[in-house]
């Protein structure tokens, strides 16, 4: 189990990436846009740089939704390789079959 703190700071991120996605995203259009004139490309780039980082997509950390463990998080199932072998053997998981030789 991680740090309550470490899964909260991250939901945190996660709010304010939706917060913001609308803004970012027109002025990354405006700023990649090479027919655009130079002006509005570099206004556009020091709005990007006034946002918060934290409403950056990347910040966004993959977590498992059981127990918030940060690294070896399957993306299709959204938990940790450790919770994805235990469900699997418990057959919690339609479908899938821990394999055994």
Do not use: H
């Amino acid at each position: 189990m991680s740090k309550t703190s470490s899964v909260y700071r991250n939901l945190k991120r996660v709010k304010m990436v939706a917060k913001y996605a609308n803004v970012r995203s027109k002025l990354k259009a405006i700023a990649n846009d090479k027919n655009a004139p130079e002006e509005d490309r570099f206004q556009a780039t020091l709005k990007l740089a006034e946002l918060p980082r934290n409403s950056s997509k990347v910040r966004v950390r993959n977590r498992c939704r059981i127990t918030g463990r940060s690294r070896s998080v399957s993306r299709k199932f959204g938990v940790s390789r450790v919770e994805l072998r235990q469900m699997a053997s418990f057959g919690e998981i339609p479908g899938l079959v821990k394999s055994s030789w």
